[in-house]
């Protein structure tokens, strides 16, 4: 019986023609010229975590099991092998003396998967985990094996999709590890969307999460300190992550979706339950976060001038339809990215995400809430759900047809494509 990959959130799923795990370039090269002989179409796969069939296929799936590792620290970079997954970077770093500057908030992903799909997380200045790259080793579709530094392949193949070819190797740059003072408070949305400019100058790493059918919003806002590191007590860290934010989280949603009139309730009692606090911890502890509760997610970068607009047509939206929305919207902020296909490229960038209970979907919450994103000139995140074209992501990416063309050169026969990038590629 064939082997079946199915992402994390179990809405995506393929049965390839073969599998195979490489340990190493060579051996992703020797794949990629047997699929080529063989009519076989190529797809790596990281972990699972995109929302969307970007890594599926029916021909020859690459797994990351085995093309794993961290092979040298120098000049303030760190080489990682493709497969290696976000949490033994963290942890060998931290070994190390050494940190990345910013990273998004799931550490089971790969590296490679994570930058090709744009992984972003949250940052005033310091921008996602693509705009941390400095080199990129790449299997193109001949089998070569190429490493690049600089120019517009190396600017097109950091948020790649895997369209240009099989990334196996990717050097980050890093620096001497540093601690962030995190303090989440409670506040209101309608105090937050009056102060959004203060909000995200003055904090290094602003996130918050707005609870539908409430005026409360939980704020993070992580800012680096020279310490004493004061990080929460292990029963603390227990109770606030894993019971609270995953147990009963998970059953408070099994509840809303057995009886959704009751989510407005719930999502007040959830309210009314949150508190302040404050800790200190390893940059990489603060900007990671336990997620247990499966679920969906789209997620789109609006220009971050238009953030409160966005932020007050999805609240107007959700009371207006009567929806029964259990899982908080996160917002985020990033910089300009140079990465051509980047959410963040050219322009200051907001992102809102919205998330759905995995066993109670509601596609028409997606559907309203991307028309509100994509009138406001949003582009959606690589990895997460959403209905946009090619048509529509060539009029938000400025370098799109760049990309197209180079996609054109190096892949003419589209040995890396699947029925996912047929849609938003052309």
């Not at 969906?296 to 609006?302: D, G, I, N, Q, S």
């Not at 339809?321 to 259990?326: M, S, V, Y």
Request: aromatic letters at 8%.
């Amino acid at each position: 019986m064939k082997a079946v990959f199915r992402n994390w959130a179990r809405n995506q799923s393929a049965t390839p023609a073969e599998v195979r795990a490489p340990a190493s370039a060579r051996e992703v090269a020797e794949a990629v010229r047997d699929a080529a002989a063989r009519g076989l179409r190529v797809r790596m796969t990281g972990t699972g975590h995109s929302f969307t069939g970007v890594a599926l296929t029916d021909g020859l799936l690459l797994r990351p099991e085995r093309l794993t590792g961290i092979d040298e620290t120098r000049d303030g970079q760190v080489r990682v092998a493709a497969g290696t997954r976000l949490r033994a970077v963290n942890e060998e770093l931290a070994r190390r003396g050494l940190a990345l500057a910013n990273m998004g908030d799931i550490t089971d992903q790969t590296v490679a998967g994570a930058i090709q799909t744009g992984t972003h997380g949250t940052g005033r200045a310091a921008g996602g985990l693509a705009d941390q790259v400095t080199a990129l080793e790449m299997v193109l579709a001949d089998g070569s094996i190429v490493t690049m530094t600089e120019g517009d392949l190396f600017d097109a193949a950091r948020v790649g999709l895997g369209a240009l070819g099989v990334i196996t190797a990717v050097t980050f740059r890093v620096e001497p590890a540093f601690l962030l003072r995190s303090e989440r408070r409670p506040m209101p949305l309608s105090e937050i969307l009056f102060s959004l400019d203060e909000l995200t100058s003055s904090n290094e790493h602003l996130d918050f999460f707005w609870l539908p059918h409430t005026d409360t919003c939980l704020t993070k806002r992580n800012n680096r300190s020279p310490g004493p590191a004061e990080p929460p007590g292990a029963f603390r860290h227990w109770l606030d992550n894993v019971f609270l934010e995953n147990t009963v989280f998970g059953a408070l949603c099994a509840a809303g979706g057995r009886f959704p009139g009751a989510i407005p309730s719930i999502n007040a009692l959830s309210a009314r339950a949150l508190a302040a606090s404050t800790c200190v911890d390893a940059s990489y502890k603060i900007f990671t976060s336990v997620r247990r509760v499966r679920f969906l997610e789209m997620e789109y970068a609006v220009p971050r001038e238009h953030l409160a607009q966005a932020l007050r047509e999805t609240r107007d939206l959700v009371e207006l339809r009567g929806w029964g929305i259990t899982f908080p919207v996160e917002v985020r902020v990033s910089p300009p990215s140079d990465a051509w296909l980047s959410t963040a490229y050219g322009r200051d960038s907001a992102y809102i995400a919205c998330h759905i209970y995995r066993p109670t979907p509601n596609p028409a919450y997606f559907e309203e809430v991307e028309q509100i994103m994509t009138r406001l000139a949003g582009r959606p995140h690589w990895g997460k759900l959403h209905t946009r074209d090619a048509a529509y992501l060539a009029g938000v990416y400025p370098r799109f047809p760049d990309f197209l063309r180079l996609r054109d050169e190096l892949d003419p026969s589209r040995l890396f494509t699947n029925d996912h990038l047929r849609t938003v590629l052309g």
